[in-house]
């Protein structure tokens, strides 16, 4: 008999990259309700130190337990670095590091991987030894892309600017005749576009939303997490730590054509 939990889904990130993971797994699981929580009034993560990185997830982590999630989905590269995947006082946990890396390797067709992410996560080798730890023959080759957040945050996606930067960036690790690209941060799915004319057809972009999507259907299948068993209207819910109307207007951008229930705002 499949286990019932009609509980939400909890994901946070440090602001609107995480919502590229919200919309796949709300679009990827239509029945489930998710909480958002983006810790907006502490962004970026990406630029921060290791210690208060993980401050900060701890926070979240404890703010989304209380409203009673079934699970928890750490939408951040950064914070993922920081917070292994784990169950946390029963609770499961899920990071972006371990699905990205299986998600690359399924799909690469000579282990020739890059990585795109922010200064910590590429500092932090998190990819690297993943990759590594699951296929000793990998080659990994990585970049951190500090400019690519606060282009996704101000929506800038198709912007000439954009393409220039990402050009710049890529250029190097292109050098090395990788097959497959993991965007190691969700904010980059944003840049997806830009990213792509870039890279060509023939490298396979690797996001964190789709990988995932794969594991929690895994554990659904598993039992390790029940599903909802609701027949009402699922619940999308938006939270910020801090007001913006730029945000608003970039998450009902992002998260088209998935609608949110609420926006709110919330003191952790």
Same mark, same amino acid.
């Given at each position: 008999?499949?286990?019932?939990?009609?509980?939400?889904?909890?994901?946070?990130? /440090?602001?609107?990259?995480?919502?590229?993971?919200?919309?796949?797994?709300?679009?990827? !699981?239509p029945k489930? /309700?998710?909480?958002?929580? =983006?810790?907006?009034?502490?962004?970026?993560?990406?630029?921060?130190?290791?210690?208060?990185?993980?401050?900060?997830?701890?926070?979240?982590?404890?703010?989304?337990?209380?409203?009673? &999630?079934?699970?928890?989905?750490?939408?951040?590269?950064?914070? /993922?670095?920081?917070v292994p995947?784990?169950?946390?006082? =029963?609770?499961?946990?899920?990071?972006?590091?371990?699905? =990205? $890396?299986?998600?690359?390797?399924?799909?690469? $067709?000579?282990?020739?991987?890059?990585?795109?992410?922010?200064?910590?996560?590429?500092?932090?080798?998190?990819?690297?030894?993943?990759?590594?730890?699951?296929?000793?023959?990998?080659?990994?080759?990585?970049?951190?892309?500090?400019?690519? &957040?606060?282009?996704?945050?101000?929506?800038?996606?198709?912007?000439?600017?954009?393409?220039?930067?990402?050009?710049?960036?890529?250029?190097?690790?292109?050098?090395? *005749?990788?097959?497959?690209?993991?965007?190691?941060?969700?904010?980059?799915?944003?840049?997806?576009?830009?990213?792509?004319?870039?890279?060509?057809?023939?490298?396979?972009?690797?996001? *964190?939303?789709?990988?995932?999507?794969?594991?929690?259907?895994?554990? !659904?299948?598993?039992?390790?997490? =029940?599903? *909802?068993?609701?027949?009402?209207?699922?619940?999308?819910?938006?939270?910020?730590?801090? /007001?913006?109307?730029?945000?608003?207007?970039?998450?009902?951008?992002?998260?088209?054509?998935?609608?949110?229930?609420?926006?709110?705002?919330?003191?952790?």
């Amino acid at each position: 008999m499949t286990k019932q939990d009609s509980r939400p889904i909890g994901v946070f990130d /440090s602001g609107i990259g995480g919502l590229t993971v919200l919309k796949e797994l709300a679009l990827q !699981f239509p029945k489930e /309700s998710f909480l958002y929580l =983006g810790d907006t009034a502490r962004l970026p993560y990406g630029s921060k130190s290791a210690h208060t990185i993980r401050k900060y997830s701890e926070q979240n982590i404890h703010f989304l337990k209380r409203l009673n &999630v079934k699970a928890i989905v750490i939408a951040c590269n950064t914070a /993922s670095t920081q917070v292994p995947e784990a169950d946390f006082e =029963g609770l499961p946990l899920y990071n972006v590091i371990s699905p =990205g $890396s299986e998600r690359a390797l399924s799909v690469s $067709s000579g282990k020739r991987i890059g990585v795109l992410g922010t200064r910590a996560t590429i500092n932090s080798k998190a990819y690297t030894n993943k990759l590594l730890e699951l296929d000793k023959d990998a080659q990994v080759f990585d970049q951190a892309c500090p400019l690519f &957040v606060p282009l996704a945050e101000e929506g800038w996606d198709s912007d000439p600017v954009t393409n220039i930067i990402v050009f710049r960036y890529l250029s190097q690790l292109l050098q090395h *005749s990788i097959d497959t690209l993991i965007l190691g941060c969700t904010h980059y799915p944003i840049l997806k576009n830009s990213i792509a004319r870039v890279t060509g057809s023939t490298i396979e972009l690797v996001d *964190s939303g789709e990988a995932i999507a794969h594991w929690l259907e895994r554990d !659904f299948i598993q039992g390790r997490l =029940g599903r *909802s068993d609701s027949k009402e209207h699922r619940h999308v819910q938006i939270m910020t730590t801090d /007001s913006s109307a730029h945000f608003t207007e970039m998450a009902l951008r992002i998260l088209k054509p998935l609608k949110a229930d609420e926006f709110k705002v919330v003191d952790l």
